[in-house]
């Protein structure tokens, strides 16, 4: 069982940066892809970006490239999101998600294993 914690959410305004973490419990950290989701009231979840269990690949939905990046740090178990010239937007539960095995379908939701609880990001105008 995979427990993942994520913060760095908040209330920010329109151009502003916010870095997400997500933090797992698992010692095999390394061996799971990591996604990042994102849901607004009434909506769906929807994918934000993935990377590969390597960090070697990354993938970005078509809103948010050139303005988020993936990474992650292996040995602080650990995920991040870093999101630049954030735009207006209703307020949205961002999640993080494991997924074992191959870095394939990384862009769809229910390939993943272990949810966090999510963190709230709200960019005002």
């Known amino acids: 069982q995979v427990q993942l914690v994520e913060s760095g959410g908040g209330l920010v305004q329109a151009g502003d940066s916010l870095r997400l973490s997500c933090a797992a419990s698992e010692r095999t950290f390394s061996s799971y892809n990591m996604g990042w989701f994102r849901q607004a009231p009434g909506n769906e979840r929807k994918f934000v970006a993935a990377?590969?269990?390597?960090?070697?690949?990354?993938y970005y939905a078509d809103s948010v490239k050139g303005r988020f990046t993936v990474s992650r740090d292996n040995a602080k178990n650990t995920v991040y999101l870093q999101m630049n010239s954030l735009k207006p937007d209703h307020p949205a539960v961002y999640y993080c998600?494991?997924?074992?095995?191959?870095?394939?379908?990384?862009?769809?939701?229910?390939?993943?294993?272990?949810w966090g609880q999510g963190t709230q990001v709200t960019v005002s105008s």
């Open positions: 998600a494991a997924k074992s095995g191959a870095a394939i379908g990384l862009r769809v939701e229910r390939e993943y294993d272990y």
């Open positions: 990377i590969s269990w390597n960090g070697v690949t990354t």
